[in-house]
């Protein structure tokens, strides 16, 4: 039997299912009779055992490998046996005869929501911590083991409903063979970490969750889209033929990731990396890439538990500006909100977060987390080229207002007599339709631009990039597309500044040369799609690409579009090529 669904990740793989599904608590709603304390008691005291166990266990797994986390786990430790939280619980189970796990969720929520309404921005985050604690330990009351994907002991086939970020970035890369889940298209952040990854994934499977079990030995097929349910012999034998095949492509592609991208007329294009989570797995790419052209720096927030000092935030962007040294890195400011939130931002809930406080509204309505990063990324900006770079811009207003809080900023580290880089240059990402219509205004304005193509596939097409029931409203080849690029790229140009393309159609070997012939000479990309786009760019002329991007802008379709962008690339297969230094 097989499943489909969206193929986000290249590969092939078989593996056993392991579903992960947050624990979702239900503590018990009627009292209890006087006979029955002792009883609640002695669960609650159970489920702090196992809860406590659980961390220990989870924490000295971590300590070597991930510091960070294994300190948030030991906060977790003492809120667990904190002797005042305790004597409340017990308090309430005695006097007011409320079942225990109730009771300490009751104590938990009242201590979240006290701290939670703090202006302390420190102790705010106490609340998300306070609320994770109050979890485990419901979780082990219904006596549920902790299902954490980053720490597993075997490889497994993730299958779930949905990855949250901090999920997918803390993932046990060795053990995590392949993804399967519900939601999800092709610039979902699960897709996108999937691919920085390379792991195996396909997304949009509607009745995964239904269908598969613990244990159940399943084929991903990541290149088709197929998810095959215990496979027999037959199946087997084809995936392993298949799988090998894939592994030996990819290979070969690798040779390419050391060459210089250069079309076959001359024309040097810059080819950036995309990073998140700073870390040594992800920056060891940075040698062979023209630097980064996206700093997701949200994931500085979303791999941590609390929220990051300014002078912890210092060191992570100066560990990324030594790791590029001396190439640039577009570092983007928070883009938290729209699928990335965060408990700790208590953000309000709503009904079209995409449309909501996300990116630099989220920065104007918090302005201690705005303006920590600044001062953090003006200080680092002296120890390599590092560009601040806004997200979510959607007017002049918001520009002219930010560039006055990072003057502002920069004023208060003269004021402390901190060194930082005068020179440093400010840039918007395109991403909202509106921004990419005035972009001869903008370019007036800021020092760079760089296009978000994911959403602005998704606020173009009106189309949501995380719903896969509108997968096929959510066209990155419309024409549209190709036309709004252009004119962004043009207005750019025409004043002198540097535009570049960061979403995920930059590592798109098929759009690539349509948006070289659009103009964007500066492309930024997952690392695991660099070594593919070099050799795209280097089977390219100029004159042909320019004559593609007029072409597929004078389509009517999508599908016509990618025909052509296909056709296109099947001529440029056919003359081959080898990698050369
Ligand atoms: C984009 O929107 O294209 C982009 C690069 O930002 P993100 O995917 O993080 O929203
Ligand atoms: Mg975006």
Redesign the pocket.
Known sequence: MKLFGNPVSRGIVIGEVMRYEPFKAVPSSSRIGEAEVDASLELYDKAIGMAMAELEETRSGLAERAPDKAKILAAHAEMLSDPVINDEVRRAVRSDLIPADAALAMVFDKYSDLLGKSKNAAMRERASDLQDVKNRILRCWAGRREKNLSLLDRPVIVVCGDLYPSDTVSLDRNNVLGIIARTGGS?S?TA?IARGYEIPAVLGVPDCMERLNDGDIVVLDAENGEVVIAPDDEERAACEVRASQVVTELREMEQWRCVKPVTRDGRRIWVGM?IADINDEELEHAAYSDGSG?F?T?FVHICRAGMPSEDEQYRIYRRALEAFGGKPVLM?TV?IG?D?QMERFGLPKEDNPFLGLR?LRLCFAQPELFAAQIRAALRASVHGDLRIML??VGSMEEIERAGAFITEQGALLDARGMDWNREVEIGI?I?IPSMALIADMAARKVDFA?????????YLNAAD?LNSAVESCYQEYHPAMFRIIGNVARAFAAAGKSVS?????AGDPLAIPALIGLGIEKLSMNAASIAQAKRVICGLDMSAVSELAREVQNLETASEVRELLQSFAASRAKRGGKAQA
Do not use: A, V, Y
Not at 450 to 458: E, F, K, P
Not at 501 to 505: R, S
């Open positions: 610039t952040h996108i995309n996206l997701r949200e983007r883009d729209g990335k990116g997200p979510m990402m991403e760089s296009i978000g193509t994911n959403d602005l596939c998704q990039r393309i960061c979403g995920e159609m």
